[in-house]
């Protein structure tokens, strides 16, 4: 089935830790996305991608970082966690064109103690 | 900047009746505003997308919204509400051109039997 492949599905990780979040798509979009879900405050964007070799910071792009090789991989990686980055990441792709629909993975629960 | 809010972070309502989830926008540009819907551990799919044209938009499932541009709003409605409804829903907007949605808070639905 087509679509977004999100890995960990959650994960528990002390602080200070080096962690990467890996998103992989297979529906040959250009623009990916990774979002954070907190309780109360919605989903904030942390970085995007609008095409391979491109990217850019978002609402909340502090202590993460990102990169764009290709166009089905787009990698979240939190150099030293910190117990604030506890959340739920997702990672969402479109099609470029002026739409504006993402289609999102189904998360990846982040614990950092 | 484009922005949404969302009152209300639970909203209960009973089985039959109407489903009403408010949403007012902020944005400076002619936004593209839409209603995604998340079910438990899940990602977010679209329900419906208001970008051009008619200003009352139909989505999946029997859910419509009506962008009011005088009154900076696009509510979700249903005319009755079904227990599978239940999941949280976001409101999202960008202006156009620009696929970097920004999110309410949602709203989280439980249908009452």
């Known amino acids: 089935i087509a679509g977004i492949t999100q890995a960990p599905t959650s994960q528990i990780l002390a602080a200070g830790r080096r962690m990467t979040l890996r998103c992989t798509q297979d529906?040959?979009?250009?623009?990916m996305y990774w979002y954070r879900q907190d309780l109360g405050l919605g989903l904030r964007l942390i970085h995007y991608?609008?095409?391979?070799?491109?990217?850019g910071k978002g609402e909340v792009p502090d202590g993460y970082s990102v990169s764009r090789a290709n166009t089905d991989d787009f990698p979240l990686t939190l150099a030293s966690a910190v117990p604030s980055q506890t959340s739920v990441y997702f990672c969402?792709?479109?099609?470029?064109?002026?739409?504006?629909?993402?289609?999102f993975g189904e998360g990846s629960r982040l614990t950092v103690l | 900047a484009q922005s949404v809010t969302q009152l209300g972070s639970h909203v209960s309502v009973s089985e039959g009746a109407l489903v009403l989830l408010r949403c007012n926008y902020s944005?400076?540009?002619?936004?593209?505003l839409f209603w995604y819907v998340q079910y438990p551990n899940q990602g977010l799919q679209l329900l419906l997308k208001?970008?051009?044209?008619?200003?009352l938009v139909k989505g999946i499932n029997g859910f419509e919204a009506e962008f009011k541009k005088s009154e900076t709003s696009f509510h979700l409605t249903k005319p009755s509400a079904h227990m599978s409804d239940a999941a949280e829903y976001f409101c999202?907007?960008?202006?156009?051109?620009?696929?970097?949605?920004?999110f309410g808070k949602g709203n989280q639905v439980v249908v009452i039997p």
């Open positions: 969402a792709s479109s099609s470029g064109a002026d739409t504006g629909e993402l289609f």
């Open positions: 529906m040959r979009h250009n623009a």
């Open positions: 991608s609008n095409t391979a070799g491109t990217t």
């Open positions: 944005s400076s540009v002619p936004p593209y």
């Open positions: 999202a907007v960008t202006p156009y051109g620009n696929n970097r949605l920004a």
């Open positions: 208001y970008t051009t044209g008619a200003t």
